[in-house]
């Protein structure tokens, strides 16, 4: 499983876009990226997810280089609502009918008032 | 709400209790799983079960087990723990075949276990 780096907080006021960068430098050919976010004593959430180039939905945009070996959730204009933290994942595809991802510590995302 | 359940929320037990926690999904997911979370520790992939079989155990120690009578259910029968076993465990389920190209783990809201 690759391993992820991420800065380990961010502070951020509202209405900014915030940008949070995860290194991945040995991922692997048909690894994806995956990013989650969690509040206080709930469970992860899936944000968004990406293979290369960039990728949007309703919620943040996926900005992913051609070697792979980074990737940028960007969350635009955020509210006191987004503050939590960020997990970055890189893993394979379910194998045998399951995901095998880890987890690291992630980035502690504050959105100031 | 996820789609995952997770009964109790909060549990305090002694070192010589023995509780269990209870996992649910409504989603008809085939792969379930236990984590744990630690205060400022990542999360740690406990157990795996897929179709009802474990598929993974990341040396566990024993006075947790796992059991999974069916798809939609997940139990962690608990015993003789230690107060480092304190941390919030998480369920969560998947499914094999994504919908539009999209891998996720649905989590539940987790268990908030404290022992003394």
């Known amino acids: 499983l690759a391993k992820t780096t991420q800065p380990i907080s961010m502070d951020s006021y509202e209405g900014q876009e915030v940008n949070i960068t995860c290194s991945h430098n040995?991922?692997?050919?048909?690894?994806?990226i995956t990013w989650y976010q969690q509040f206080p004593s709930q469970g992860p959430r899936f944000i968004i997810q990406g293979y290369k180039t960039k990728v949007t939905n309703e919620v943040a945009s996926l900005f992913i280089p051609a070697d792979r070996k980074s990737s940028t959730l960007s969350l635009p204009r955020v509210s006191l609502s987004d503050t939590a933290v960020y997990y970055c994942?890189?893993?394979?595809?379910?194998?045998?009918?399951?995901?095998?991802?880890?987890f690291g510590i992630g980035t502690k995302l504050q959105v100031i008032p | 709400e996820t789609g995952v359940t997770q009964t109790p929320r909060h549990l305090v037990m002694g070192m010589t209790n023995k509780k269990s926690l209870k996992c649910e999904q409504h989603?008809?997911?085939?792969?379930m799983y236990w984590y744990k979370q630690s205060a400022k520790k990542p999360l740690e992939l406990m157990f795996v079960?897929?179709?009802?079989?474990?598929?993974e155990n990341n040396s566990v120690p024993s006075r947790f087990s796992p059991e999974c009578p069916n798809s939609s259910h997940l139990f962690l029968h608990l015993h003789t723990l230690q107060p480092e076993d304190s941390a919030l465990y998480l369920c969560?389920?998947?499914?094999?075949?994504?919908?539009?190209?999209?891998?996720?783990?649905?989590f539940g809201p987790g268990t908030r276990l404290t022992v003394t």
């Open positions: 989603l008809g997911h085939n792969a």
């Open positions: 994942l890189v893993g394979l595809p379910p194998s045998g009918g399951y995901q095998k991802v880890t």
């Open positions: 040995n991922i692997a050919t048909n690894d994806y």
């Open positions: 079960y897929n179709f009802k079989e474990q598929t």
């Open positions: 969560a389920s998947s499914q094999e075949k994504s919908q539009g190209f999209r891998y996720e783990q649905y």
